[in-house]
């Protein structure tokens, strides 16, 4: 198999202690991960092959990157549970720094652990920042042409890259609207989010609307408060409409 070339691949040595299990068995253990950019959007851990608890056993697969040269595919095996091909390790790679590592699969795995608190979706990425800033700012949101929340008491949620995000106090949103929804997403910032789809007439809106219950220690000021997709709702702040900002979530 061969990967889409994702463009500069970049690494750099971590100080923080990496654990790794599955099955409730050690994986790995390491006090100098890197932390290697395969994409522009996050980074991923690659770890040390030396410190790794977990047997790697060979599926016999491979998958090539323009960047990063062959992959050679493996099992993890610890204690007799098995995560299949959850396991690269490029030995003859163009990048030397990335010959001695092993890159475990996030999401194969069940926990990870930066030091002694667990981490969720990926590794933080050290250039990207969150900032949650109480405002007396009049946010409007509305729905072709109806407004659905109306608020003087937002939190306004600064992120690396992505469009300002306005949390609302529940008690200044339309609750008459929201529909409970099925979808659920997670952050590695802010933890679990749960959505609500939107009902106005006989028209659904689709997961507009999510909510952090018990957000991560580090977002905890948005606790509690709805937000809704800037890219697909008409929100207006002061009295001024803004644009749809262009996202990932357009």
């Known amino acids: ?15 923080k202690r990496v654990r790794v299990y599955l099955g409730g068995h050690l994986v790995a253990d390491s006090s100098s991960p890197r ?33 990063r040269g062959e992959g050679l595919e493996f099992d993890v ?11 690269v390790r ?16 996030f999401d194969a795995m069940d926990e990870w652990f930066e030091e002694d608190e667990p981490i969720y979706v990926h590794p933080r990425d050290p250039y990207s ?31 690396t890259g992505l469009p300002a995000r306005y949390y609302l106090p529940l008690t200044d949103v339309r609750l008459d609207l929201l529909r409970p929804s099925d979808t659920t997403s997670q952050c590695p910032y802010k933890g679990t989010a749960e959505y609500w789809n939107i009902r106005i007439g006989e028209n659904d809106y689709p997961d507009l609307v ?19 997709y800037n890219e697909k709702v008409d929100i207006w702040v002061d009295g001024e409409l803004q644009a749809r900002p262009q996202s990932p979530f357009s």
């Open 1 to 15: 198999m061969t990967e889409p070339k994702t463009g500069q691949v970049r690494v750099e040595p971590c100080a």
């Open 35 to 67: 932390l290697v950019w395969e994409h522009p959007y996050y980074p991923t851990y690659y770890l040390p092959a030396a410190d790794l608890r977990a047997k790697l056993e060979p599926t016999g697969a491979s998958r090539t990157s323009a960047e």
């Open 77 to 87: 095996v610890a204690d007799g549970t098995v995560a299949a091909g959850a396991a």
């Open 90 to 105: 490029y030995p003859d790679s163009p990048i030397e720094e990335l010959r001695d590592l092993v890159r475990l699969k």
């Open 129 to 159: 920042r969150v900032d949650i800033l109480g405002s007396s700012r009049h946010i409007r949101v509305e729905i072709d042409g109806q407004t659905v929340a109306d608020s003087h008491a937002p939190r306004i949620l600064f992120e």
């Open 210 to 228: 999510w909510i952090y219950r018990t957000p991560l220690p580090e977002s905890q000021k948005i606790a509690g408060m709805a937000c809704f």
